[in-house]
């Protein structure tokens, strides 16, 4: 059977607040309304046919017991909101029957012949009619039927006998009808009202609740930060004192009484200790830009196989001193669509990871087209990660198989960065491992569409620095004689000048150098951006130039990186140095040796 459409959406709006009061007071309503068909039987059996009468208080009776039985259970199922549609046409239905039943009674007796019996009959049915305002008016389509089905019978009986006592009593029974149905709808217009403000109510306490859990979820979170950040600076305090200690020990050792004669061994170890700090102090560096000034990405389409080949070489002395082979394997014809610098420092830092936690066999390097995206995988036969490890591997500071802080193992922020940088870029970085069985980091990368470029000749091998001509431009005394003295021992012609003035005077005096290495801040708030600017001016405005310094995060910094230069953050190593002047004379070796500016507008505040 369908439903009109209206009522068919009513029945599907109702809730179980509105549901509930109806079936909790059903029992009472069906006793009473069944009492009181029990007294019109009882009052007016004589005034009509007794089989008409008896199956007209049987049935009545019936369906109060069904009516009573369904309430409870309603009451004991608690049926689910699904449900509660098929209830709601339950009470509708069983309603709109009871009170058919109950105003067919003035269709039966018709032609009471005692009046006290007719006055009765009117005054139950008018009574049971207001008595449903009590309970039915949530329930209001309910509550106007019930009226409607008692009063109409009732009204329209009077008018037929007509006469003045019946007319009488019909515009009686209009009157009750109209004004219990108006007191009705008001007290359905109240209990909307109140199911509203009730609503709104619970829909601010959630709202309350969702605050209050965001917010404490915001506390816990700002103290679990300020729990990593005080582990983090200890463990930084810690890896920066270590070889800071040692080289304070090592250079008293040189005045100790014979110290000279370990002169070499004290400084092989305080060059350890120098890259120690400069690595923990780089890797710092990487973590905050990656953290307090978001990497901007500039994505562009290039080879990925190239991008494998220039990281393999970069660690090949690291893995040839271990007696380990880097393979890469991977199409020449592969290309991705990602920005390739911060892709280069997410593979620097993992074949890093893979050398350095590898004793024997390999690190293999692959990229393999799957669809629209490129796998690309790092994979060591070293150590290995234990399973309970793998979680916090990307913690910072945090190292597997390295309890006693060897720094020759790395301080543990690698893999730290490689996450930030990996969920910047969206690679959905994985990792695969166990003990004794090596690693396997990978990531995917967007599919390019360029071919790779043919492979440059390689020039015959020979000594690209000697004889070359460089000017170093450093206000410092010490760093100006190191400076000059590393340059001489590689067999370069190197004159020194400390401000943009002695730039010039090397310059008059003939000097031409082929390439320039200038501190960022010199004396008098000169600038080496000027040194190299005065001397490009006077040579040629393409000369190759690096800048160096100990601010990275300078205007001045930033300045000369958006002008084009070459900038590196003190301490500069030996090998960065060697690796751009091999780069700017065409050296054979220099693609196999790590060098990395700072990014332009990216450095830290």
Not at 327 to 340: I, K, M, Q
């Amino acid at each position: 059977m369908r439903l009109p459409r209206r009522l068919a959406a009513w029945l599907q709006s109702q809730e179980a607040e509105q549901l509930d009061p109806l079936f909790r007071f059903t029992p009472m309503v069906a006793t009473m309304a069944t009492v009181a068909a029990i007294i019109l039987f009882v009052t007016l059996r004589g005034e009509a046919s007794p089989v008409v009468a008896t199956l007209w208080v049987v049935t009545f009776t019936a369906v109060s017991l069904a009516r009573i039985v369904g309430a409870r259970r309603y009451l004991r199922l608690r049926p689910p909101r699904e449900r509660l549609p098929v209830w709601a046409l339950w009470a509708f239905g069983s309603t709109l029957l009871h009170v058919l039943l109950l105003g067919s009674v003035s269709l039966i007796w018709m032609h009471p012949t005692r009046s006290e019996a007719e006055s009765l009959m009117h005054i139950v049915l008018a009574s049971v009619s207001i008595g449903a305002a009590v309970h039915l008016p949530a329930f209001y389509p309910a509550f106007f039927v019930y009226v409607i089905g008692l009063m109409a019978p009732l009204a329209l009986r009077d008018l037929w006998i007509g006469g003045g006592y019946h007319l009488t009593l019909a515009l009686l029974v209009i009157a009750t009808a109209l004004y219990t149905l108006q007191a009705g709808w008001r007290q359905a217009q109240a209990h909307a009202q109140t199911r509203a403000e009730r609503l709104k109510n619970a829909a601010l306490i959630e709202a309350l609740r969702l605050q209050n859990e965001r917010t404490d979820a915001a506390r816990r979170l700002a103290e679990q930060a300020h729990a990593a950040k005080a582990r983090f600076f200890a463990a930084a305090n810690h890896d920066l004192r270590q070889p800071l200690h040692a080289m304070g020990l090592l250079a008293h050792s040189l005045r100790a009484p014979g110290g000279l004669r370990h002169a070499g061994d004290v400084s092989a170890r305080l060059v350890e200790c120098v890259d120690s700090m400069a690595q923990i102090v780089d890797e710092l560096v990487d973590l905050a830009r990656v953290d307090v000034a978001p990497e901007r990405q500039q994505r562009s389409h290039f080879v990925l196989a190239a991008l494998l080949h220039e990281t393999a070489r970069a660690f090949e002395p690291q893995a040839r001193g271990k007696g380990l082979a880097i393979e890469v394997d991977c199409d020449t014809a592969t290309a991705v669509h990602s920005d390739r610098r911060l892709v280069a420092r997410v593979l620097a830092n993992l074949v890093s990871n893979a050398v350095r936690y590898t004793e024997r066999g390999h690190v293999r390097l692959t990229g393999r087209t799957d669809g629209d995206t490129v796998q690309v995988t790092v994979q060591d036969s070293g150590i290995g990660i234990a399973e309970d490890e793998l979680p916090r591997i990307f913690e910072e500071f945090y190292q597997v198989g390295n309890p006693a802080r060897d720094r020759r193992l790395g301080v543990g922020l690698g893999l730290a960065t490689v996450k930030r940088l990996s969920d910047a870029l969206g690679l959905a970085l994985q990792v695969q491992s166990s003990p004794g069985e090596g690693s396997q980091f990978s990531f995917s990368l967007p599919a390019g569409s360029i071919a790779p470029p043919p492979e440059a000749a390689r020039p015959a091998d020979h000594d690209p620095l000697a004889a070359r001509r460089v000017l170093v431009v450093e206000d410092d005394a010490d760093s100006r004689a190191a400076l000059l003295g590393l340059l001489h021992g590689w067999g370069c012609d190197a004159r020194a000048a400390g401000n943009v003035a002695g730039t010039r005077e090397r310059l008059a005096e003939g000097f031409r150098p082929d390439a320039v290495l200038a501190d960022l801040r010199l004396a008098g708030g000169a600038s080496g951006i000027d040194a190299v600017a005065a001397v490009r001016a006077a040579l040629a405005p393409q000369l190759p130039a690096l800048v160096m310094t100990g601010d990275v995060g300078s205007e001045h910094a930033r300045r000369a990186a958006d002008a084009g230069l070459l900038v590196l953050a003190k301490p500069v190593k030996p090998m960065q140095l060697r690796a751009f002047l091999g780069q700017a004379f065409a050296a054979p070796d220099a693609a196999d040796l790590p060098l990395r500016s700072i990014p332009a507008r990216e450095t830290p505040s």
